[in-house]
């Protein structure tokens, strides 16, 4: 009865994220975030020495935990004194004024959301490491494979399939770096950003400065100095972007392998078992490139929606950042269901050298480009028109490329020259692009 596929029929493929953003995994991170502050707060010689089997607690929070803080939130209806009541129950009563000390609810909440992203990022990371190691090894092993292009869809100057991986490689390789990277925020001053309580209560304190060591030392995130009371989600907008960028590239990819597969350039491995029609029995579908597709845009439109509306609210503080934080599950499960299916995909894929040479072999009209270009360089202004002429909208042969050539008052050399070259061998530098950025 799940209303999100991801809990149903998809359950399996995203399990890894389960623990971080279902509502356990919220749970699990406040309750982490109360007892590391209780255990700062003890060290600093403020609250009373807290026993070690405490963050035990934390790192073995399960179930049963789980169950005691929702059964405490039917009575609080209020999801996080539940955790300060829950911790109560594992406390000395002389610990029970230090839980919770001078916190309000989004110091625990957008701490707890910053450690579920980091989580969350090394799991969709781990898993686009895994494509970009499979990306690269197809861009070695088809570095020097000849593949006609098409842009606008129409026959166009030859590549490699090898150089053709390594754009996509390049791109997504620039952006798994940017993600690794990304500073994930967090505050912890109180309930309008201003560490009122804490000074009431001790005045003498360096407040801010315990504020940075808090989020910085013992959470592992970086810290926002300047917040109302919640945490502008700047930091999260910027990492959401990110995201949306890396899908856009690899919606792009899996877009253009669907392509490939349609031209007969990659066929796929048959799956034994595996139905690819309900009628048509000769089919194996493209349909890994066609789920992962649609999980990236799906993860896609949702980040969208939240870089969107997070940097926004009212005055201080209101709650609409609340309910949207709580997606942040199915960005990050569409993006990851995405990266397996692709994998997959990937890892059916066969290369037709024998289709990419037919192919090559039936557009020798490609090479009217190189054909005017070098007369251009030998002087002939009116080169492009020329061939233009000779060539456009035409269905050409080799023979009647070369008998242009002939025609030419190009030197013997150059002319020899053009008439060895082929659409197979018009490359250019597609080879060495690949040993370049990617020995």
């Known amino acids: 009865m799940a209303l999100s596929p991801l809990d149903d029929r998809y359950s399996e493929k995203v399990k890894e994220l389960e623990p971080i953003f279902s509502e356990f995994g919220l749970a699990h991170a406040r309750t982490k975030v109360e007892i590391e502050w209780l255990y700062f707060l003890a060290e600093k010689g403020i609250a009373p020495k807290?026993?070690?089997?405490?963050?035990?607690?934390?790192?073995?929070?399960?179930?049963?935990?789980?169950?005691?803080?929702?059964?405490?939130?039917?009575?609080?209806?209020?999801?996080?004194?539940?955790?300060?009541?829950?911790?109560?129950?594992?406390?000395?009563?002389?610990?029970?004024?230090?839980?919770?000390?001078?916190?309000?609810?989004?110091?625990?909440?957008?701490?707890?959301?910053?450690?579920?992203?980091?989580?969350?990022?090394?799991?969709?990371?781990?898993?686009?490491?895994?494509?970009?190691?499979d990306l690269y090894g197809k861009a070695r092993a088809w570095k020097g494979t000849p593949m006609l292009c098409r842009t606008h869809g129409q026959t166009a100057t030859p590549s490699t399939m090898g150089k053709e991986m390594s754009v996509f490689l390049f791109g997504l390789t620039q952006s798994f770096q940017t993600l690794a990277q990304m500073p994930v925020f967090a505050k912890f001053n109180g309930a309008t950003g201003t560490y009122a309580a804490h000074v009431a209560a001790f005045p003498k304190i360096d407040w801010i400065k315990f504020s940075q060591e808090f989020v910085e030392e013992k959470?592992?995130?970086?810290?926002?100095?300047?917040?109302?009371?919640?945490?502008?989600?700047?930091g999260q907008v910027a990492l959401l972007n990110e995201l949306t960028?890396?899908?856009?590239?690899?919606?792009?990819?899996?877009?253009?392998?669907?392509?490939?597969?349609?031209?007969?350039?990659?066929?796929?491995?048959?799956?034994?078992?595996?139905?690819?029609?309900?009628?048509?029995?000769?089919?194996?579908?493209?349909?890994?490139?066609?789920?992962?597709?649609g999980n990236?845009?799906?993860?896609?439109?949702?980040?969208?929606?939240?870089?969107?509306?997070?940097?926004?609210?009212?005055?201080?503080?209101?709650?609409?950042?609340?309910?949207?934080?709580?997606?942040?599950?199915?960005?990050?499960g569409h993006f990851l269901l995405g990266l397996k299916s692709l994998h997959k995909g990937l890892g059916k894929l066969e290369l037709k050298e024998g289709v990419l040479k037919a192919d090559l072999d039936a557009s020798p009209e490609v090479l009217t480009e190189a054909v005017q270009t070098v007369l251009r360089a030998h002087g002939n202004a009116d080169a492009y028109d020329e061939l233009k002429k000779f060539s456009r909208g035409k269905k050409l042969s080799l023979v009647e490329v070369r008998k242009f050539i002939d025609q030419t008052k190009l030197p013997d050399k150059e002319k020899k020259r053009l008439k060895k070259l082929t659409p197979e061998t018009y490359t250019g530098l597609a080879e060495k692009l690949v040993d370049t950025f990617f020995e």
Not at 219 to 233: A, D, F, K, M, Y
């Open 219 to 234: 959470l592992g995130c970086s810290w926002n100095p300047l917040t109302t009371q919640i945490e502008s989600h700047d």
């Open 50 to 133: 807290v026993p070690a089997k405490l963050r035990k607690l934390g790192e073995n929070f399960g179930p049963k935990e789980f169950k005691v803080i929702k059964d405490i939130e039917k009575k609080t209806n209020h999801d996080v004194k539940a955790v300060e009541m829950f911790l109560r129950k594992h406390t000395d009563k002389k610990h029970w004024p230090w839980l919770h000390f001078a916190c309000t609810s989004e110091d625990i909440n957008n701490t707890a959301y910053a450690l579920m992203m980091q989580d969350g990022l090394t799991v969709v990371l781990d898993m686009l490491g895994v494509i970009l190691d």
């Open 245 to 293: 960028l890396t899908e856009s590239i690899l919606i792009d990819l899996c877009r253009d392998i669907w392509g490939y597969v349609s031209l007969g350039y990659f066929g796929q491995k048959v799956v034994k078992g595996e139905v690819g029609s309900s009628t048509m029995p000769h089919k194996v579908n493209p349909i890994d490139f066609e789920n992962a597709e």
């Open 296 to 332: 990236f845009k799906m993860s896609r439109g949702i980040a969208r929606t939240l870089a969107d509306e997070l940097p926004i609210s009212r005055w201080q503080r209101d709650l609409t950042d609340s309910t949207l934080q709580r997606n942040f599950g199915l960005v990050f």
